[in-house]
């Protein structure tokens, strides 16, 4: 079945730095979409991506999909601590509107 | 607007037992998806419901089972409970349909203990 890999699965960062997740699909993805769960928290979706080769900005995240749409990225510039907390891409299933989620990636960041 | 409300929050079970969890999904959102998400884990699928019926299963037992009601709320029934199936179990809804690759809202969780 479909799966869906990210990397690194932890990053400990210093406030400041900046920092980035990779996700790679086994199977080509008609979209993906990526959220954030802060610690105890629930996942809340950030944005969702469609087209070949897109890339969207939202203030110092910056997400990326790939040319043969089975690959995402997620960037964020100077990290704060707010943005602690583990980041999730998902791409469709097999089944009705599932979405396959990766592992997650978590982002500690150190003041 | 209220988000997606799940109860209980927080339960705890022993081994056989059997656990019903609820969702109500934003108002005016018809689809509602269960995952179950094990700790240090990424959500895994486990029903999704539209129009009360069900559209997608993953992956799980036959001890999983799920309804939706006529006000698009939905419950999640565990029987025969295993220490595996301890876990945050999510309810998310979106506005549109199986067809659609919506946005998932999901609820806080019910953080389920089976001892």
């Known amino acids: 079945g479909q799966q869906v890999m990210q990397i690194p699965q932890y990053q400990h960062v210093q406030e400041g730095e900046d920092f980035t997740t990779y996700c790679n699909s086994s199977t080509t993805l008609s979209n993906i979409q990526w959220y954030k769960q802060r610690p105890g928290g629930h996942p809340v979706f950030l944005i969702q991506l469609v087209k070949s080769g897109e890339v969207k900005k939202q203030k110092r995240l910056t997400f990326q999909f790939g040319e043969a749409k089975k690959n995402s990225s997620l960037h964020i510039t100077a990290t704060q601590t707010t943005d602690v907390g583990t980041y999730f891409c998902a791409g469709p299933g097999n089944a009705g509107n599932m979405l396959t989620f990766g592992g997650g990636t978590r982002l500690m960041v150190k003041p | 607007d209220a988000g997606v409300t799940q109860s209980p929050t927080h339960l705890i079970k022993t081994r056989g037992q059997h656990v019903t969890l609820r969702c109500s999904p934003i108002?005016?959102?018809?689809?509602v998806s269960w995952y179950q998400q094990v700790l240090g884990q990424g959500p895994q699928f486990i029903f999704q419901y539209y129009e009360k019926e069900e559209r997608g299963r993953g992956n799980f037992p036959d001890r999983f089972s799920a309804r939706q009601f006529p006000n698009y709320s939905s419950e999640l029934n565990v029987n025969a409970l295993l220490l595996g199936d301890s876990a945050l179990y999510l309810c998310?809804?979106?506005?549109?349909?199986?067809?659609?690759?919506?946005?998932?809202?999901f609820g806080n969780g019910t953080r389920l203990t089976v001892t």
């Open positions: 998310a809804s979106s506005l549109r349909g199986p067809l659609y690759n919506s946005p998932l809202h």
């Open positions: 108002s005016g959102h018809k689809s």
